[in-house]
């Protein structure tokens, strides 16, 4: 069966600029840079969400603080090692970029554009952590593994509330599930064994939706077709 990575890991971002693009690495003489993007919420709040682009996609666009552009491209991670430890690190690999005319929308038409939207469909890697806050809000917590091509992965940490928060709760290691949700940004306190503290900025997939994807369904329905 051949895999559609693109689908097992599709987003798009409407957002502004809000930082200064800088180099990021150099792969085979092709240069990447990084910068990073405000995405507001219908709550008004934004995420700052780090975009990692080839030279190639921005040659005909100036990547400049408060221009509004459109990204659509994956979420993933890869290891970065600092002070002998290893670190989980997040970005937005964009595949297509385009500067977003300017438009005037009604607060209704405002509401309807999708500016955040993520699909990922991968497996279970660890056991889905389920809590209530003091408020009696449920939150379960789940690490994803993404395949991507050459034999690659994305371990994407998601966020689930309420009813699929609960539905979590029994979801096995290794079960392959699709999820629907939005990439946000939440800054928290890393405490250090010497006392000291810094502000760190952490990026999940807030979930909207999920379902299990049932393999033996999928077979009987091949072999119905044959």
């Known amino acids: 069966m051949v895999t559609n990575f693109l689908e097992n890991n599709h987003l798009v971002l409407i957002g502004k600029v809000c930082s200064e693009k800088t180099f990021s690495h150099e792969i085979y003489g092709e240069k990447f840079y990084m910068f990073d993007l405000e995405v507001p919420r219908l709550s008004k709040a934004v995420d700052v969400i780090p975009i990692t682009v080839s030279e190639r996609l921005i040659t005909n666009i100036d990547i400049e603080i408060g221009k509004e552009l ?43 554009k999708v500016s955040n939207e993520v699909t990922l469909i991968g497996y279970v890697c660890k056991k889905p952590i389920y809590r209530q806050t003091p408020f009696d809000r449920e939150i379960a917590d789940i690490l994803l593994a993404v395949n991507r091509a050459y034999n690659k992965s994305d371990y994407i940490p998601c966020i689930a509330w309420g009813r699929n928060a609960r539905f979590c709760q029994n979801i096995e290691v290794g079960t392959e599930v699709k999820i629907l949700g939005r990439v946000q940004s939440r800054k928290y306190e890393k405490k250090f064994e010497d006392g000291t503290s810094e502000t760190r900025v952490a990026y999940e997939v807030s979930i909207s939706s999920m379902e299990i994807i049932d393999k033996k369904e999928d077979e009987k329905e091949v072999e119905a077709a044959m």
Do not use: H, P
């Open 70 to 112: 459109a990204i659509e491209g994956q979420f993933r991670s890869y290891n970065s090692y600092e002070n002998e430890k290893n670190r989980l690190i997040l970005t937005v690999f964009a595949k297509d970029i385009s500067e977003v005319e300017d438009e005037e929308l009604s607060e209704e038409e405002e509401k309807k």
